[in-house]
């Protein structure tokens, strides 16, 4: 079961790593720069909405037991 629910600021460590794995492998344009403790918080509460997919997460590894997708939309 996927639970998807808004990003809150205690997302920051999990959402910025899932953030900049993207940018990393060059999938997240037209980002290319990784986000900073400085930068998460802002660039996720600037979108219309940024959800956190509480309802699925690694099974093992290094990111075990942490969210394994984010979604955001920005309204223009």
Known sequence: MIEIRRYEEKDKKEA???WNAMVHE???FPQDEE???DT??????SQSYTG???GSVAPQGPHEG???RIYYSTLY
């Open 16 to 18: 910025m790593a899932i």
């Open 26 to 28: 060059g999938i997240a």
């Open 35 to 37: 986000l900073t403790d």
């Open 40 to 45: 998460a918080d802002e660039f996720f509460m």
């Open 52 to 54: 956190i997919d509480v």
């Open 66 to 68: 942490r969210p394994l």
